[in-house]
């Protein structure tokens, strides 16, 4: 799962104040949440050493365990007003991938594959043993790795803005990704994102580093379908309806799951334990800021496991 490019994160940085605000107008009654939410101090942060890597995390809320994972060249801290949503009821684990916001990149490449067996360790020295996960683009496809390779420390995935494999974005956007590297540092020095990442980096003279490692990491062919048939645990897709990827591939990871390859039936006997949701008027640089976000997964998210909207079903096989 991909991570969004360099101009993706830096278009999504300019209009968060925009969409904060049109969303506080849109809510009033989470406009409290949503002004203190950039405000709001962790009640826990640190870092926990795993296979070289110091990760940085921060812990908001109490509650049922969230662990909650950002885009790529991003961190913790650009989920804004949501994250406060998030933590109103559940404690939500914020960590800042590989190379990202507080965790250095030191020598290692970058890797989902890794980062997924990372996250099992950091949870586990958090003293989780089972967490529910909410991540978005390429925190998406580091939360899809944790749940193939660690399944039992995942109760619900929710991805946000994912992909299973590489051709499932338009074809523009790959042309972008293959253009990231060091060699763009210096005109990035003014924007936000390079701002943002300076302003907490243990070692902001590694950007150009960390271009050169999202950008040879995005350049690398992957399809992981056959391991979005292997998950068990209830998942949920979320996309804008202009959202970086196909229609075509957000159906077909659909399917994957065993979504919509039938009629659910007048008693929903035969509906899929997971869920695909298209929200309106939302793209990829957007849909992460938006409480519309937080009220889609949080009534999936705090069903009981096994449940499927109150009526049990097994879920079908592609």
């Known amino acids: ?40 101090a962790p009640l826990e942060q640190g870092y926990v050493e795993v296979n070289g890597l110091d990760y940085y995390y921060e812990i908001h809320g109490r509650g049922q365990p969230l662990l909650l994972l950002h885009g790529g060249l991003g961190n913790v801290g650009m989920f804004g007003p949501v994250l406060a949503l998030l933590a109103a009821d559940r404690q939500v684990i914020g960590v800042d991938l590989h190379g990202h916001g507080r965790t250095a990149l030191g020598e290692r490449k970058i890797d989902l594959v890794d980062i997924g067996d990372d996250l099992a360790v950091v949870l586990q020295a958090l003293g989780h043993e089972q967490v529910d996960v909410v991540g978005y683009s390429f925190g998406a496809g580091a939360a899809l790795r944790l749940a193939v390779q660690h399944p039992a420390q995942v109760r619900r995935l929710v991805l946000v803005s994912g992909s299973f494999a590489q051709d499932g974005f338009h074809p523009e956007i790959l042309s972008q990704q293959a253009q990231i590297g060091a060699a763009m540092a210096d005109h990035m020095k003014d924007t936000p994102m390079y701002q ?49 990827y196909r229609p075509e591939h957000i159906v077909e990871f659909y399917k994957l799951l065993g979504g919509g390859l039938r009629d659910a039936g007048w008693m929903r006997q035969h509906i899929s334990q997971n869920r695909l949701a298209i929200l309106p008027d939302r793209t990829h640089y957007d849909i992460f800021l938006t409480p519309q976000l937080v009220h889609t997964v949080l009534p999936f998210l705090d069903a009981r496991s096994g449940q499927n909207g109150g009526i049990p079903a097994a879920r079908a096989q592609p």
Request: without cysteine; glycine residues 4%; negative net charge.
């Open 1 to 40: 799962m991909s991570p969004p490019t360099f101009i993706a994160i830096l278009a999504a940085l300019s209009v968060a104040a925009a969409v904060s605000a049109q969303a506080e107008s849109a809510t009033p009654t989470g406009s409290a949440a949503l002004a203190g939410a950039a405000e709001s």
């Open 196 to 244: 943002s990442y300076a302003a907490v980096a243990p070692r902001p003279e590694d950007f150009p580093k960390l271009l050169d490692a999202m950008g040879e990491y995005m350049r690398k062919p992957y399809d992981w379908s056959e391991d979005v048939k292997t998950l068990r645990m209830p998942v949920m897709l979320v996309y804008g309806d202009a959202d970086m």
